[in-house]
């Protein structure tokens, strides 16, 4: 089965400094993986994703992750944090049956210090 | 830009009542899923639909219902609602069996008392 672990439910950092959120992802089929972002009561948005090809993937606002298949990961990165980037990010791996189901990991929950 | 957009906000019902979640998407796409969302489980997928009329089981669908009449909506139902429901429901859809990224709507946060 599929399967996506968050490190951390709760990031906290610094205005300007990296940011660095962690996703592991288990799959029995080739994973595409995702990242989504959730602002305060809205829906979920897509930052970027990783299906086939480089393994780096460059997403809006600034955000980037890297697909490490030895190491199952599809971390979430930004050199500066900024104020806006404030909310709860989901890390996402394609599901396994048919069709375009994905399960989400827990959630992280960025907050931004000034 | 799609856009999938969800009947109502904020929603307060009482227990016992039944109650309906209205989802509509404008991209003619195939696929449409109901999630909800509570703190520290993240998304769990209620139910699910690959075409018109047809409907699968996600991960908790005990209480919920679905219906698919026409392929831009999709509704949710909870046929007799628990305090237990009280969550936010996102809803998403996607273009077809074989693209996997989903567009979510705003969610309804649903209240029951």
């Known amino acids: 089965a599929q399967s996506v672990t968050q490190l951390g439910s709760h990031v906290s950092v610094s205005e300007g400094a990296l940011v660095l959120l962690r996703c592991n992802y288990s799959?029995?089929?080739?994973?595409?993986l995702f990242w989504y972002v959730q602002y305060p009561n809205q829906g979920l948005q897509l930052l970027l994703k990783y299906t086939t090809g480089a393994t780096l993937v460059k997403g809006i606002n600034g955000f980037e992750a890297e697909f490490k298949k030895s190491e199952t990961s599809f971390h979430l990165t930004k050199p500066s944090a900024h104020m806006s980037d404030a909310a709860e990010y989901f890390c996402?791996?394609?599901?396994?049956?048919?069709?375009?189901?994905?399960?989400f990991g827990e959630g992280t929950q960025l907050t931004v210090n000034p | 830009d799609v856009k999938v957009t969800q009947s109502s906000r904020y929603l307060v019902k009482r227990t016992g009542e039944k109650v309906f979640l209205e989802c509509v998407q404008d991209m003619d796409h195939e696929n449409m899923f109901w999630y909800r969302q509570d703190p520290g489980l993240g998304l769990r997928l209620i139910y699910f639909s690959y075409d018109v009329k047809m409907k699968e089981k996600g991960d908790i669908p005990e209480g919920y219902s679905v219906s698919r009449e026409k392929k831009e909506r999709f509704s949710l139902i909870l046929e007799s609602a628990s305090t237990n429901q009280t969550s936010m429901y996102l809803c998403?859809?996607?273009?077809?069996?074989?693209?996997?990224?989903?567009?979510f709507g705003p969610g309804t946060r649903l209240t029951v008392t």
């Open positions: 998403a859809s996607s273009l077809s069996r074989v693209t996997y990224e989903q567009y």
């Open positions: 996402a791996v394609r599901g396994k049956t048919s069709g375009s189901r994905l399960t």
């Open positions: 799959s029995s089929v080739p994973p595409y």
